[in-house]
């Protein structure tokens, strides 16, 4: 997976294509709503191994009926289509 830094019209093209995501601060950003902490804690747990299957780690923040995610390729300085290629995979959690 290309992990060059993309250039803003890029980020933005890749945007397009998410449900949710925003770029701030050199990374993609998304906060999803949930019932409670059990379904908060089961998605990220899912999300992490996700994560790790790619080797690629988001921060994430997570409690009472929420979990946020930040994801940014640090040693690209920015957004990489790897970003958004897991970006896209959180995503296909939701479904």
């Given at each position: 997976?290309?992990?060059?830094?993309?250039?803003?019209?890029?980020?933005?093209?890749?945007?397009?294509?998410?449900?949710?995501?925003?770029?701030e601060d050199g990374k993609l950003k998304?906060?999803?709503?949930?019932?409670?902490?059990?379904?908060?804690?089961?998605?990220?747990?899912?999300?992490?191994?996700?994560?790790?299957?790619?080797?690629?780690?988001?921060?994430?923040?997570?409690?009472?009926?929420?979990?946020?995610?930040?994801?940014?390729?640090?040693?690209?300085g920015g957004i990489t289509a790897f970003?958004?290629?897991?970006?896209?995979k959180i995503d296909d959690l939701e479904?």
């Amino acid at each position: 997976m290309e992990r060059k830094r993309l250039e803003p019209h890029e980020v933005e093209n890749g945007l397009a294509g998410l449900e949710g995501w925003k770029a701030e601060d050199g990374k993609l950003k998304k906060r999803l709503k949930f019932e409670n902490f059990t379904e908060s804690l089961a998605f990220v747990n899912k999300a992490g191994a996700v994560a790790e299957k790619a080797d690629h780690h988001p921060d994430i923040k997570f409690g009472w009926g929420f979990a946020e995610f930040e994801i940014t390729t640090h040693d690209s300085g920015g957004i990489t289509a790897f970003d958004f290629d897991l970006a896209e995979k959180i995503d296909d959690l939701e479904s």
